[in-house]
């Protein structure tokens, strides 16, 4: 079955960085385009970055652009988010997300359990 586990997670102080790594199994991971969300403390979830199957395009939230980089290892089936310049506001539970699509064109959406970054001094 699908899985995806998030690791990288933790305490930083602001200005600090962390690497996020998000290993996916039981799909075909170089097909599917992957997306890290994030979840705030009574905020909703919201889309951080995405990248295509074979890497060539990247999309980010305008909150995190230029601090993140979105980035994967098709070989290891590996996504992972590089985030530096952390600010408090970064606080939050990441999630590695992805969609699949059936031989019969069913969608189903995966997630991690997500992964606890914490910016704080």
């Known amino acids: 079955q699908v899985q995806l586990v998030e690791s990288g997670g933790g305490l930083v102080q602001p200005g600090g960085s962390l690497r996020l790594s998000c290993a996916a199994s039981?799909?075909?991971?170089?097909?599917?385009?992957m997306t890290w969300y994030r979840q705030a403390p009574g905020k909703e979830r919201e889309l951080v970055a995405s990248?295509?199957?074979?890497?060539?395009?990247?999309n980010y939230a305008d909150s995190v652009k230029g601090r993140f980089t979105i980035s994967r290892d098709n070989a290891k089936n590996t996504v992972y988010l590089q985030m530096n310049s952390l600010k408090s506001e970064d606080t939050a539970v990441y999630y590695c997300?992805?969609?699949?699509?059936?031989?019969?064109?069913?969608?189903?959406?995966?997630w991690g359990q997500g992964t606890q970054v914490t910016v704080s001094s």
């Open positions: 990248i295509t199957s074979a890497g060539g395009s990247t």
């Open positions: 997300n992805t969609i699949t699509i059936s031989a019969r064109g069913v969608k189903n959406t995966y």
């Open positions: 039981g799909f075909s991971f170089n097909t599917r385009p």
